[in-house]
Nanobody, 111 residues
Framework: VQLVESGGGLVQPGGSLRLSCIAS???????MAWYRQALGKECEFVAD???????NYAESVWDRFTISRVDVQNTINLQMNSLRPEDTAVYYC???????WGQGTQVTVSP
């Protein structure tokens, strides 16, 4: 399975972006997640979703981001609202089992 993210870009504070992650094969029953890494910082968990659509969010995003999955399309989405400069990072899609990472997509939040 290969994962390809898209949807990143430059947005003003308070704006929205929708990231997508498309798999070359089926997710199966894998939990899927989004992580991010800001310049000079460690990679951090953003959100995940199980095969039964149970979701978890980092405290910093829980009321602004929404993760979803469409298994028939092998797609994971991350809707990001009310973006802040501190959300600036490279966002990575991750399949838990098997462990696969996408190449990342840059999100920049700046006036």
């Amino acid at each position: 399975v290969q994962l390809v993210e898209s949807g990143g870009g430059l947005v003003q504070p308070g704006g929205s972006l929708r990231l997508s992650c498309i798999a070359s094969g089926s997710f199966g029953t894998s939990d899927m997640a989004w992580y991010r890494q800001a310049l000079g910082k460690e990679c951090e968990f953003v959100a995940d979703i199980s095969s039964t659509f149970r979701t978890n969010y980092a405290e910093s995003v829980w009321d602004r981001f929404t993760i979803s999955r469409v298994d028939v399309q092998n797609t994971i989405n991350l809707q990001m609202n009310s973006l802040r400069p501190e959300d600036t990072a490279v966002y990575y899609c991750h399949s838990v089992v098997p462990s696969v990472w996408g190449q990342g997509t840059q999100v920049t939040v700046s006036p």
